[in-house]
């Protein structure tokens, strides 16, 4: 599947169906030229599928690792940045905490294990909150925790050594989310791309090297500073069939509708247009060609 990003947004038809994504104060809205009324293909049991367009009986390809599944990764990471955006609409009820383990721990088992203990430890401490908890592993081959606590009021104060303390697995950083637009794309963002002097001490393979991205960021001391990062190298790194994140029963799901390009816009009539890209797909060996359109809308105007 080649896939190519388009300098120059397509124009739709207002009558056009799109589907429109409401997510806390961020609104998407995606227009897909070619809408498929069914699924292109049938399971038929765990090795094997029916492509619904040529009837031809095939064979899944099971996969090694994440990166070999690039669009199933792409799925998992925004459904996260959806749920992140459809519950994150107040930061100030808000604490984004990282937990380090202290030793080279690779067990996704003991991580889920130890990371639910750990909530149990602090909704004693600090009372009820929602979380959404993301799994991040590093090129040493141990696993860091992600976690977004959402309180009900404005979130209380959290030292880092009192949560060190409920995690007694290692490290603990505690942080605010102040002047963050889009907090579901700016959490993920960690989740996979690798900062470059990570990469250098792993043994991670990387393919696309000419994929880096360069981040400013303010250190402890107020300073300015720039990181580098390779877009995507942190993928293979997930086993196969991984939960990448898990979530509290309080999280609220994105709403999703099918609606008229003219209705999407009246939505988001009063919003920002913070964000917009344009895909062109295609598939030469299925003669399949498709173009997506995104934009995306802030509620909040600065």
């Known amino acids: ?21 409401e997510m806390g104060n961020i609104i998407e809205i995606m227009y897909s030229e070619k809408r498929s009324r069914g699924g292109y293909i049938t399971k038929l049991d765990k090795d094997h599928y029916v492509d619904n367009r040529t009837g031809e009986v095939l064979e899944f390809r099971h996969i090694e690792n994440r ?28 604490r984004w905490l990282t937990f380090t383990y202290a030793e080279n721990m690779t067990d996704p088992k003991k991580l889920r294990y ?36 959402i309180f009900k ?25 102040d002047d963050v637009d889009n907090v579901g794309a700016y959490l993920t963002a960690y989740l996979g791309d690798m900062e470059l002097s990570e990469v250098v001490d792993s043994n991670c393979p990387i393919n696309h090297i000419k994929d880096i991205k360069e981040v400013e960021y303010t250190d402890d001391n107020g300073i300015k500073q720039t990181k580098k990062y390779i877009k995507g190298a942190r993928l293979h790194m997930y086993p196969p069939k991984f939960n990448i994140y898990r979530k509290s029963k309080g999280i609220r799901e994105p709403t999703v509708s099918l609606v008229s390009y003219e209705e ?14 344009t895909v062109a797909l295609e598939d030469e060996e299925r003669d399949f060609k498709n173009t997506l359109q995104y934009e995306y809308y802030n509620r909040i105007r600065k």
């Open 1 to 21: 599947m080649k896939i190519e990003r388009l300098e120059e947004p397509i124009k739709i038809d207002p009558n056009k169906i799109v589907r429109l994504t």
């Open 114 to 149: 130890d990371n639910e203990n750990c909530i149990k430890r602090l909704r004693n401490i600090f009372g009820h909150f929602e979380y959404i908890t993301a799994a991040e592993p590093q090129g040493r081959g141990a696993w860091h925790l992600h976690s977004v606590f």
């Open 153 to 177: 009021d404005k979130a209380p104060f959290m030292s880092n050594e009192v949560v060190a303390q409920c995690w007694k697995k290692g490290f603990v950083t505690v942080k605010r989310l």
């Open 67 to 94: 990166s070999q599944d690039i669009a199933n990764v792409a799925k998992s990471l925004k459904r996260l940045r959806d749920l992140l955006n459809a519950n994150i609409t107040n930061v100030t009820h808000c």
């Open 264 to 277: 999407a816009k009246e939505k988001v009539s009063s919003a920002k247009l913070t964000f917009s890209k």
